[in-house]
């Protein structure tokens, strides 16, 4: 069966479901190397921040309800970068592989390149899986650089994998 949803702007009302689909992956996975779940504030404060800075914060939704959500956000502070920003993509565990992460990375990038970005980094945990990347791999993001064993979490060390895709 085809997963029916729609892709739009996020809005305030929104960012509780955000942010459970993100504490699942803070408290249960190693997607993400925070170790504590972000509170409704620090996930206010992330939406006011890229809302402000004119950035793509999307959703998707099924029936009304948050299946997904991606952003993107400077890469760095220092002016020498402001044509670069940083991708954040997740997708509700239960709705994995329908083609929603594709959607919403495909309009973050869209409007990052109407506004005048002209590349995206993704800053990938790698524990073995390889899903991610090939993820990003297919959405034309090439690996540049491997950072090895700068995470711990869960009674291990991680990697991150630095991927960038020319816009």
Not at 1 to 16: H, Q, R
Not at 20 to 29: L, P, S
Not at 56 to 82: D, E, H, L, W
Not at 103 to 126: F, R, S, W
Request: hydrophobic fraction near 40%; charge should be negative; charged fraction near 25%.
């Amino acid at each position: 069966m085809i997963l029916e949803f729609t892709v739009e702007e996020a809005k305030v009302p929104d960012l509780d479901q955000i942010r459970e689909i993100y504490g699942h992956y803070v408290k249960e996975t190693t997607a993400s190397l925070e170790e504590k779940a972000p509170t409704a504030e620090e996930i206010l404060d992330i939406y006011s921040n890229v809302m402000g800075k004119n950035l793509p914060f999307i959703v998707a939704k099924n029936n009304g309800r948050i299946v997904g959500y991606c952003y993107a956000q400077p890469y760095r502070k220092r002016s020498a970068y402001r044509f670069t920003a940083e991708e954040s993509i997740y997708v509700h565990k239960d709705f994995l592989r329908n083609g929603i992460g594709a959607e919403l990375l495909t309009a973050v990038i869209k409007k990052c390149k109407e506004i005048g970005y002209k590349q995206m980094i993704a800053n990938v945990v790698y524990s073995g899986n390889e899903e991610s990347i090939e993820f990003h791999e297919s959405m034309g993001f090439v690996e540049r650089g491997r950072l090895i064993n700068v995470g711990f979490k869960f009674n291990q060390w991680l990697d991150t994998v630095l991927m960038q895709k020319e816009l």
